[in-house]
């Protein structure tokens, strides 16, 4: 009797049962629904003393309660009301709501939300007008100040919004000076200003033809970190090619060239048009020594010598189009592959140790540097994590192995790529297998395996390898996740498309197995100042010997750039070629 009473208090119930074979997501609702001391308690004397206010009000009502009469004061339906004059560009209505909010018969308290959609729906309002009626956009921009002025008695502190819809008021009523007064209240104030707050001074400034007024908002941008874009830079571009500026020109188109992925077609105009303009032609110097033409050249990483206009004479502008070798159907010229400033990498090596000691043990990632100092350089560089694991459920050095190989017989150096991998997966696993073993052992007599320490993060190890070394990297990593947008977006973009490996695979061809890689922008030398970035699939056969090499992507893109030929040959365009009639083509 006592055992079957045992057995039935042993036997599971119907909703322990139920819990069981719950999937473990769900697990958590069903123990608040079916175990009552497993509820939350809302009045726990643990909880902290905010949660308490919120749970049981003082003044009786809850959150919900709160915002809803928010919502519902006439400070609440005046800023849903501005809120939807903002959607409909109904500047009409939303001054008749603030002279509304002045009356002395219903006075409604204006906040900087409130200030700031009145603020934008003026300054719209007088840009959009100032082409069509100059009266109503005048009207408009009056009006603007006057909130403004308003604001300020108030003691509302404006922001960086505010003060950027003041600056295109100012723009609008032909003041670039005033414009950019604002530019520099906010920044004195401790606002930082952002790109669109420098657009209505700068555009005003170019609009007006003042080209050193634009250069001074160009430099106050720059000493404020914020990067000019196309538009910016094709309004700088115009105003200094209406007024003859050759070196500004230059400088200029090398900006473009360096921040601009591809440019637009208005941008294209504007740079056909300088090119064509009796200024181009009388710009340059007739001699120039072409060993510091060379030189500054491969400092510069092959892209560009920084000489200045070399060569006088008119250009002959022309489109062209390039084959699929890549040579230009109009010159007859190759294009070429070139490389990132090295300054520029330089730069980005130091911001990436200084974030990498941050969530790294500083002393691993120094160790580190230092290893790679007495073994490097190195001229690719190898996830080998990423690689072993590719098309595969389980880690394969031979994959691996297979990859190296082939790197190493297309390098220049014939060195053995930099492995990259964690130390876990060099000491346990499949490394434990003697023909594992012997491809490890293969790798550290050759001084190309580190060993990444436990709890180290693998990416920065492979990322500041390549960057450092300037080499190529293997990965199949699109470099997406948190880590990488740390990195931003202005340089490290170019320095993966130019460096990155990004497919590779093993494939069995009639029961040979062949390691595909994709060599990405090698740098080779330049010619006649036209560029190329070309990515070619080489197909290696491991054991049969053959080799077959097939153009797997091809992106041509003509850039600005000064050419490194000592004849004065350039180009521009977007996909123009320029050259000097006087000198040869």
Known sequence: MRAAMAAAALRPSATTLRFLFTPPHQRRRLLVEHI??????????????????????????????RRRRARESPEGLLRHQLDMCSRNADLTTALRLYDDALSPDTPVPLSLHHYNCLLYLCSNAAATDSDTDSSAAAAAAQRGFDIFARMEADGVQPNEATLTSVARLAAATRDPAMAFS????????????????????????????????AKQVEAHMDASGVVPEEPELAALLRVNADKGKADEVYRLLHRTRALVRQVCDTTAQVVEAWFRSDAASQAGVDKWDPSKVKEAVVKGGGGWHGQGWLGKGPWSVGWTEMDKDGTCQRCGEKLVCIDIDPTETDNFANSLTELAIKREVKEDFLGFQNWLRRHGPFDAVIDAANVGL??????????????????????????????????????????????NQKILESWRNAGALYATPPGSNDDWYWLYAAVSCRSLLVTNDEMRDHLFQLL?????????????????????????????????????????GMYQ?????????????????????????????QSTDTDGSSLGGKSGVTNRQNTKA
């Open 36 to 65: 009552p001391f497993a509820r939350r308690r809302r009045h726990s004397s643990t909880a902290t003393a905010p949660a308490l206010e919120d749970s049981s009000p003082s003044n009786g009502e809850g959150k919900a309660a």
């Open 182 to 213: 604002v530019v520099r209240r906010m920044a004195a104030a401790g606002t930082p200003p952002r790109l669109r707050s420098y657009g209505p001074a700068l555009f005003a400034y170019c609009d007006a033809k003042d080209a050193d007024g």
């Open 390 to 435: 590719y098309n595969s459920k389980a880690f394969s050095f031979s994959q691996v192995n297979s990859v190296v190989n082939a790197i190493q017989r297309v390098t220049q150096s014939k060195k053995l790529p930099l492995i990259i991998l964690h130390r876990n997966r060099v000491n346990g696993g499949p490394a434990k297998a003697p023909y």
């Open 488 to 528: 931003g977006t202005s340089f490290f973009p170019r320095w993966k498309e130019k460096h990155q490996k990004q497919s590779y695979a093993l494939k069995k061809l009639n029961n040979t197995v062949h390691a595909i890689t994709i060599l990405g922008c090698r740098n080779l030398k330049m010619e006649s």
């Open 533 to 561: 970035q070309q990515q070619a699939m080489i197909l290696k056969s491991h054991g049969s010997g053959c080799a077959l090499l097939e153009n797997l992507q091809s992106r041509w893109d003509l850039i600005f750039a």
